[in-house]
């Protein structure tokens, strides 16, 4: 069925009267239109199988997109960025339908897809007019990512990978306000939105300096969850045995952002926990979120993931 609904949304295009394959990974700005178009169509005709549909397309052209920049006139450039803006408002669209974590987990995906071949066509010199495009480029891309996150659906704990994947934008002087990474920390009181947007405001050993209004409230809201930890159902003198706990109160112990009196606070925290848990002495050595990988070693980790699920070919693999 969904095979059937998805040949159906492609259908026959008017445009040269063929019909526009997925194999075709550039196309024309009318041919992607013509196929988001009717791909909403099915979608809203099929409400309850809404995530299903949008996790289907998603996974379906994440690695089909080809959009490197390969224009050669002024002309070329107006037509290829009009076409990159379409794709990119077209999937928010249809992201807004289904704003669930494995929905943008395949967002990433087509994300990184696209800075990768981007990147591909920015590395050789001798293409002097895409380069000369180069930031209006990835100004778009950073523009259509940093609108989800301002978006009142937008659930930093389902989208939490969204942080990661917009502190690539940092190497050109694109950044998020510290306004729209203190408010998800405030409303979120979770590992995941707390490492993501820790992560993002980490840079080279140090937190960057136009960030430390983050910092501190950063550490204000971990260190008042940890003082407040509501376990479940762990007696106190096990509370180490919570999951959310031990990653918290051990990986933020070595945070390289916070300073040594911060640090020492998830320490101090964490020993007294596990005083009585030899175990946790054991498997608390090192921090389990790795602060200091690079934009290229979390790109090759979002991949594997991919890969590792249709390996294990999940029977829910696109709910």
Do not use: C
Not at 112 to 130: A, Q, V
Not at 151 to 176: A, R, S, T
Not at 179 to 192: A, C, G, R, S, W
Not at 221 to 249: C, H, L, P, Q, R
Request: glycine share 4%; charged share 25%.
């Amino acid at each position: 069925m969904l095979q059937k609904n998805f040949d159906l949304a492609q259908g026959k295009l008017n445009i040269d009267n063929k019909k526009f394959e997925l194999s075709d990974t550039r196309g024309t700005y009318e041919q992607w239109q013509i196929l988001f178009s009717r791909i909403k169509d099915v979608i809203y005709n099929n409400k309850e199988n809404a995530t299903t549909l949008v996790n289907y397309f998603f996974s379906s052209i994440m690695h089909r997109i080809n959009l490197s920049p390969n224009f050669t006139t002024k002309g070329g450039a107006y037509k290829y960025i009009n076409t990159l803006d379409l794709i990119l408002d077209q999937i928010l669209i249809l992201l807004k339908l289904s704003p669930t974590r494995k929905t943008y987990s395949y967002y990433v995906i087509i994300q990184l897809t696209l800075l990768r071949d981007m990147k591909k066509s920015f590395s050789d010199k001798s293409l002097d007019l895409i380069n000369d495009y180069k930031m209006n480029i990835y100004g778009s891309v950073f523009s259509s990512i940093r609108s989800v996150l301002s978006f009142d659906w937008f659930d930093p704990v389902q989208g939490y990978e969204l942080y990661p994947l917009i502190k690539f934008f940092k190497n050109f002087d694109m950044y998020l306000t510290p306004f729209e990474l203190i408010t998800p920390i405030k409303q979120n009181n979770q590992y995941v939105v707390y490492t993501a947007i820790a992560y993002y405001i980490y840079d080279k050993k140090r937190v960057s300096p136009n960030f430390k209004t983050v910092e501190k409230k950063l550490y204000q809201e971990i260190k008042e969850n940890i003082e407040n930890f509501k376990d479940k159902g762990t007696s106190k003198n096990k509370i180490a045995k919570d999951a959310e706990f031990f990653y918290m109160v051990n990986d933020f112990s070595k945070y390289p952002g916070f300073s040594g009196q911060e640090k020492l606070f998830f320490r101090t925290k964490l020993e007294q926990a596990s005083s009585e848990i030899p175990l946790i002495q054991e498997i608390s050595k090192e921090s389990y979120y790795e602060w200091d990988t690079d934009f290229n070693e979390y790109s090759r980790k979002v991949f594997m993931k991919i890969i590792i699920g249709k390996v294990n070919k999940l029977n829910n693999y696109y709910e």
